[in-house]
């Protein structure tokens, strides 16, 4: 089942045990039908990993936006945002990146959801992790738990 929300289209899966899961239409692969809770580390975060959270900040034809997520690898999630925001012709003009245990950058990913739980801009990736720049100083408070990484700028 193909369904439409407001920004995006979703895919319906059904597992046998777990019942009615939805993917993104943009992120089906060749994993994206596998149900979360019975192959959790198969697909998205791993909390049972080293974490890495990221704030970009990114310059879009309207403005400038932070876009923020959790990863547990960090290099192809950078890559891949930076193809997704170049799709509606922005770009990423800073990186910061926070490390921590996986339950430890997810709760902070949590609490900044909770400074406004939907996103500013219409892109892969940033659809509900989105927030206005101008939100950036108690984003980076929340952050202040965690340890910033240098030298990230070769991601860019």
């Known amino acids: 089942?193909?369904?439409?929300?407001?920004?995006?289209?979703?895919?319906?899966?059904?597992?046998?045990?777990?019942?009615?899961?939805?993917?993104?239409?943009?992120?089906?692969?060749?994993?994206?039908?596998?149900?979360?809770?019975?192959?959790?580390?198969?697909?998205g975060?791993?909390?049972?990993?080293?974490?890495?959270?990221?704030?970009?900040?990114?310059?879009?034809?309207?403005?400038?936006?932070?876009?923020?997520?959790?990863?547990?690898?960090?290099?192809?999630?950078i890559s891949s945002h930076k193809t997704s925001v170049s799709r509606i012709g922005a770009t990423i003009t800073n990186i910061r990146v926070f490390e921590g245990s996986g339950t430890?950058?997810?709760?902070?990913?949590?609490?900044?959801?909770?400074?406004?739980p939907t996103g500013l801009i219409d892109c892969e990736g940033f659809r509900r992790e989105s927030i206005s720049i101008d939100m950036k100083d108690k984003v980076l408070e929340k952050c202040s738990k965690l340890k910033q990484l240098d030298n990230v700028d070769k991601l860019l």
Request: with cysteine.
């Open 104 to 116: 430890a950058v997810l709760a902070v990913e949590n609490a900044i959801k909770a400074l406004h």
């Open 45 to 77: 975060y791993d909390r049972a990993k080293q974490g890495y959270l990221y704030i970009l900040d990114i310059q879009t034809p309207t403005g400038a936006v932070l876009g923020y997520g959790i990863t547990n690898n960090i290099d192809t999630r």
């Open 1 to 43: 089942i193909i369904l439409c929300s407001k920004s995006a289209w979703h895919v319906l899966f059904m597992c046998e045990i777990h019942g009615v899961f939805s993917r993104g239409y943009g992120m089906l692969d060749k994993t994206s039908c596998c149900c979360l809770k019975c192959n959790p580390r198969k697909n």
